[in-house]
């Protein structure tokens, strides 16, 4: 089992900007994936970015240029920077791990809410 914690969201006006961050712990010695998706009011959740355990990244088009994924293996932390903040980036972010078996792990969620 992989538990996750994750911290730093907030209210922020548009333009501003706000760090993730999640931490994984127990059982992480096959993890590959960490990233995080986001569910905004009345909307499906979707996927914000990745990164793998290689450092490859990848962004919806949506945040590209805005927001950084970073990652310290070691710690076992995944970051989300996000900067330029807009209202539509108003959601609740979910941290998502998976492992090279196949399992995906989530966590509890933090609310990101961006004001014009």
């Known amino acids: 089992q992989v538990r996750l914690v994750e911290s730093g969201g907030g209210s922020v006006q548009a333009g501003g900007s706000l760090r993730l961050s999640c931490a994984a712990s127990g059982s992480t010695f096959n993890i590959y994936r960490m990233g995080w998706n986001r569910q905004g009011p009345g909307k499906q959740r979707e996927l914000v970015a990745y990164i793998t355990s290689g450092g490859m990244t990848n962004y919806a088009d949506s945040v590209k240029g805005r927001f950084t994924i970073s990652r310290d293996n070691a710690k076992n932390t995944v970051y989300l920077q996000m900067n330029s903040l807009r209202p539509e980036d108003t959601a609740v972010y979910y941290c998502?791990?998976?492992?090279?078996?196949?399992?995906?792990?989530w966590g509890q969620g933090t609310q990101v809410t961006v004001s014009s």
């Open positions: 998502n791990v998976g492992n090279l078996a196949g399992r995906d792990y």
